[in-house]
């Protein structure tokens, strides 16, 4: 096979020899031959959505800084293949955004391989907090399978962290 940047690993318990192709940019993990006889083979996979950015802090300085970004969802697996090319996609880190303005780009943008999706991490929320000028502007952002983004720190009331997904807390 190829594609990504191939280390070969060895199980000390038993000698096996063990390739990782690891993608740090969008590409084609290329399955170009089986061994005689086999008609597919199995390939485990470790799978990380990318993280949400920090949420922008204010300018006012008796406020606090912006919430953490969360962590991309993480998935391990396996999944059959067989002599063909697979798509591979690398989620990005989420944009920093530089004022109050909730914005989806904070989210990290998602992973996949083989049929199997890794969401990215929520935004985290700004520290311009509930009182500049819209409640709800310093909730961290949501994830559908990663972590929420972390709330933005305020002298108002708590802000709150966006939700987690089903791969994330």
């Not at 690891?22 to 084609?28: A, L, M, Q, R």
């Not at 086999?38 to 949400?52: A, I, P």
């Not at 391989?113 to 961290?140: H, I, Q």
Request: glycine residues 28%; contains cysteine.
């Amino acid at each position: 096979a190829t594609g990504g940047t191939i280390t070969e690993y060895i199980d000390p318990s038993n000698g096996n020899i063990y390739k990782a192709h690891t993608f740090t940019s969008p590409g084609n993990f290329e399955v170009t031959s089986l061994a005689d006889g086999l008609s597919s083979l199995n390939v485990e996979y470790l799978l990380v959505g990318g993280g949400g950015a920090g949420g922008a802090k204010s300018p006012n300085p008796n406020n606090s800084g912006g919430g953490g970004g969360g962590a991309g969802a993480f998935r391990t697996g396996s999944a059959p293949l067989s002599v063909q090319s697979y798509p591979i996609v690398v989620g990005t880190a989420g944009l920093i955004r530089d004022n109050a303005t909730p914005s989806s780009d904070s989210n990290g943008g998602p992973t996949s391989a083989f049929g199997v999706p890794a969401g990215g991490g929520g935004g985290g929320g700004s520290g311009y907090g509930p009182w500049y000028p819209t409640p709800g502007k310093g909730e961290g952002n949501p994830s559908n399978e990663g972590s929420g983004g972390g709330g933005g720190g305020d002298c108002g009331p708590h802000i709150p962290a966006g939700t987690g997904g089903t791969y994330g807390n």
